[in-house]
């Protein structure tokens, strides 16, 4: 009955400070908000703006406030008429009809409540941005983003975004809103050894992007029509971006077909013909200095770099014979990582061969699995169909050292071929009689153990079991041949 009661006089409360802010001609200050066209003025009072906004605290005090016949004039140029009204509401009545704001409309008060120090305010509409998740992620997430980024008390947006990008960094690039992305914020992207996006992917949205912050609309869509002049705009928009383009991880193919055309846009510097006249360009070494992606938060390209050498058993020759992270000739496409999809069972990767990585709890390192053939259940050692085996020879399993101590990483290759892998619908693939086995579905918390039985060497010097923290699984593709000068 209390609450009911105290409800009804709340509601009065706000009703006659909704009427004052509206009605009442007793005013002493005046607010301009927004700029040229897109300008109005709002009436309001002294001493409700001072103690709802330490901003205007401020703002309104004898140092900074212009005072005109006896009324504060203040100019507010950077928040639109639409927003300062949504702003001022909240201010005498403390009340936001947040339903009917659409997205972009909430960010720009979120970023007026930011500016004005309404921490209440900002704190809310937060929370609503978060509940309408599935609405803006991966179509608006450039504006999430913006936010978390520009606005500082918007520190669980930058949390939420952080955490999305650190599973899915290509988000950005992805959203429907990309080109909205700052310009140093692409190149960041750019830079990052983690994109889920191929190189082909990332230059055709590079093209959008640049096409987006002309002045104008390029309307022709075959690139070899457009103007000169569209032309050079868009050479000078891309221009700090191309050395970020790891060009020489794109096939000859996709080059000569998707790049090849925007040749008036591209540094000359960047490929030569192919030689003796083939249909096939040749990427400079000043635009080769990049090495490969891979979409990891377990391992680096240079993990990646040695994981391919084994599979090519490079490490039957020193070292220096192995591949660097620029001359990978796989690539590593992720399946399954268990933070972002939950468990791996062997019916989700039926086709390629494959990687596994597993990061044990409370250790730095990282223990892995090759299976040269498909999870499909007629691909696996345990299997009595018959079926070609022959490609089980070249199983290993490993574990990548990342402690400071200096502990060499280790490589095991399967002694026996048929003991090579183990898969059923009741457990994920197992890597010999024990040597890397999880007790069930690779999934995170899961028991896993390592015991020497099936393969050369141990990879722990303990075969009690651990909780696996994190696991990925990688298809395995052979890349097509390009040549570099």
Same mark, same amino acid.
């Given at each position: ?11 009065? @409360?706000?009703? $006659? ?23 109005? !003025? ?27 016949? +006896? ?16 702003? /001022?509401?909240?201010?005498?009545? =403390? ?35 978060? #509940?309408?998740?599935?609405?803006? &992620?991966? !179509? ?35 959203? $429907? ?17 983690? /994109? +889920? ?30 103007? $000169?002049? %569209? ?18 991880? &794109?096939?000859? *193919? %996709? ?16 490929? /030569? ?6 249909? &096939? ?30 599979? $090519? ?20 496409? @992720?399946? *399954? ?25 409370? =250790? ?17 050692? =345990?299997? !009595? ?7 089980? !020879? ?16 280790? @490589? ?23 040597? @890397? ?23 722990? =010097? ?7 923290? #994190? ?15």
């Amino acid at each position: 009955m209390t609450s009911k009661i105290n409800s009804r006089l709340f509601q009065e @409360l706000t009703n $006659d400070l909704i009427n004052l802010l509206e009605n009442d001609d007793e005013h002493d200050v005046i607010i301009e908000a927004g700029e040229g066209a897109n300008t109005k !003025k709002f009436k309001a009072h002294y001493y409700i703006l001072r103690m709802r906004s330490p901003y205007f605290r401020q703002a309104l005090s004898s140092r900074w406030a212009n005072k005109e016949s +006896g009324k504060y004039i203040f100019k507010k140029p950077n928040i639109t008429p639409e927003t300062f009204d949504i702003i /001022l509401r909240y201010i005498y009545a =403390s009340t936001i009809d947040v339903e009917k704001l659409n997205e972009v409309q909430i960010v720009n008060a979120l970023g007026a409540a930011d500016e004005l120090c309404l921490t209440v305010l900002v704190e809310v509409l937060q929370g609503e941005l978060l #509940e309408r998740k599935h609405l803006w &992620m991966g !179509k608006q997430s450039v504006l999430i983003y913006n936010a978390g980024q520009k606005y500082p008390t918007c520190t669980t947006l930058a949390e939420t975004m952080e955490e999305q990008l650190y599973q899915e960094p290509e988000l950005l690039l992805k959203s $429907d809103d990309f080109t909205s992305l700052e310009e140093d914020t692409v190149i960041w992207l750019l830079q990052r050894d983690d /994109l +889920g996006m191929g190189e082909l992917e990332l230059w055709k949205r590079i093209v959008q992007w640049g096409i987006g912050q002309l002045q104008t609309a390029i309307m022709i869509p075959e690139v070899v029509r457009w103007p $000169d002049e %569209d032309c050079v705009g868009l050479e000078v928009v891309l221009r700090p971006l191309i050395p970020y383009i790891r060009w020489s991880n &794109m096939s000859p *193919v %996709d080059f000569e077909r998707q790049v090849h055309s925007y040749k008036r846009v591209l540094p000359k510097e960047l490929y /030569l013909p192919g030689i003796k006249g083939k249909s &096939m360009y040749v990427i400079t070494k000043e635009y080769t200095h990049y090495h490969a992606r891979i979409q990891s938060v377990l391992i680096k390209p240079s993990h990646a770099a040695k994981i391919a050498s084994w599979i $090519d058993r490079l490490d039957s020759n020193d070292q220096t014979s192995f591949y660097t992270p620029s001359t990978i000739p796989y690539y590593f496409k @992720l399946v *399954v990582r268990g933070s972002r999809d939950q468990e791996f069972r062997q019916t989700t990767l039926e086709d390629n061969q494959a990687i596994v990585l597993i990061k044990p709890a409370n =250790s730095n390192e990282i223990l892995g699995g090759y299976n040269p053939l498909t999870w499909s259940k007629k691909s696996i050692s =345990s299997n !009595k169909d018959q079926q070609d085996n022959s490609p089980l !020879k070249d199983s290993f399993i490993f574990s990548l050292r990342k402690d400071p101590d200096g502990n060499e990483d280790i @490589l095991s290759r399967v002694i026996d071929p048929k003991d090579s892998i183990y898969c059923n619908v009741y457990c994920s693939p197992v890597f010999g009689k024990g040597d @890397l086995f999880p007790k069930g579905h690779f999934e995170i918390g899961q028991p896993c153990g390592c015991k020497q039985t099936s393969y050369e060497k141990p990879l722990r =010097s303990s075969a009690e079991q651990f909780s696996i923290e #994190e696991f990925e699984v990688f298809r395995v593709i052979k890349k097509l041949e390009r040549h570099n000068v």
